[in-house]
């Protein structure tokens, strides 16, 4: 498969809470770099917080990675909030019904409050 | 004044829905909530079917392009997909008739979540055997263009589940393998070898999720052919 992902960052903004920055375009071509700033992230990690300030592109296979992510942190006991969507991604969220299960913050303070 | 898009997949996602309007006719597909993978009760599955179109001078656009204008012209022939009039775009509705063992036909339907030139997705609703999304994609790899159909879905509810354990992953196993290779066909591609790759994604059910059974399509489709005698009676006034 041909990879074009570039590494997401990941950075520490609490006690076991860690911010992704989800950025460029995501598509199949992400999942690598996805999954690698998800086990980044995930150490001693209860809350994960993602960034979508930066997202310019995603299709429905991304929408599919996110979705998958969310599985894995589930499964650890880990919480996905998630902040900075526009409203073309909101309204994706909502279409995907990804609002139901994600929390969406409109800045990262709101983010890294509500993760306690 | 013109607006500029402010994202390159402006215009390819579906609208937000509540509930699918459309397919007139047909059960099963109207006032139903279009479901995620997360919404489903059995195990979560990836399931990827991809075809290299060895010796095939087509483009990734061109095989989309084709994959969608044709798409039920690959399907098996026990199964029915009936295209929306404007084709496969995003938010369209369509209708579709699956067969299944003894001779029932399941009838439910499918939203187009999202549609580009290099790809398309269709997302299931309520009462469907699973709860996800179908995504069709064509790209470039190795010098060779491919195909590839990738499910990821878990089982609405526990009747499916069983069903899908009992026979109902290899139909769907099989459904996809004969599609890949009509599309291959199509564009006669040398000895297309399809390959299924299956990952299961969360081997826990959602037991929360066992009142999916409510809208199973199985059901009502069954139900709904027994009362065919019936509505018919009615209808001529016997």
Known sequence: MTEVSTPLAVRAVGTGVKVIEIGGEITRDSEAALQDAYERASDGTRTIILAFDGLQYMNSSGIGLLVTLLVRAKRNHQRILAYGLSEHYRQIFELTRLDEVISIYDAEDAAVAAAG | ?238
Not at chain 2, 15 to 35: E, F, K
Not at chain 2, 147 to 159: C, E, F, G, K
């Open chain 2, 1 to 238: 004044m013109s607006t500029t898009p402010e994202h390159r997949d402006d215009g390819a996602w579906a609208q937000p829905v509540q509930t699918l309007t459309g397919a007139d006719g047909h059960i099963n597909v109207s006032g139903r909530r279009p479901t995620a993978p997360i919404h489903g009760f059995g195990k979560m599955w990836q399931k990827t079917y991809r075809v290299e179109l060895h010796g095939a001078d087509v483009s990734p656009e061109e095989v989309i392009a084709t994959w969608k204008e044709h798409f039920p012209e690959f399907w098996p022939a026990k199964s029915s997909f009936f295209a929306p009039l404007a084709g496969i775009a995003p938010g369209e509705v369509a209708a579709l008739d699956l067969g299944m063992p003894g001779g029932l036909r399941l009838s439910t339907g499918v939203l187009v979540l999202f549609a580009d030139a290099e790809s398309f997705t269709l997302m299931t609703p309520q009462g469907h055997m699973f709860a996800g999304w179908i995504t069709f994609s064509s790209f470039v790899e190795n010098a060779e263009t491919v195909a590839q159909a990738q499910v990821l879905m878990r089982a609405s509810d526990p009747l499916y589940e069983l069903g899908m354990m009992f026979g109902g992953h290899r139909e769907e196993d099989r459904h996809w393998v004969h599609t890949l290779r009509s599309l291959a066909d199509r564009f006669g591609a040398q000895d297309a070898e399809v390959s299924v790759e299956t990952i299961c994604v969360d081997k826990r059910r959602e037991w929360s999720r066992v009142s999916n059974v409510w809208h199973n399509a199985g059901i009502r489709s069954a139900l709904h052919t027994l009362g065919r005698p019936t509505r018919a009676r009615r209808r001529s006034g016997g």
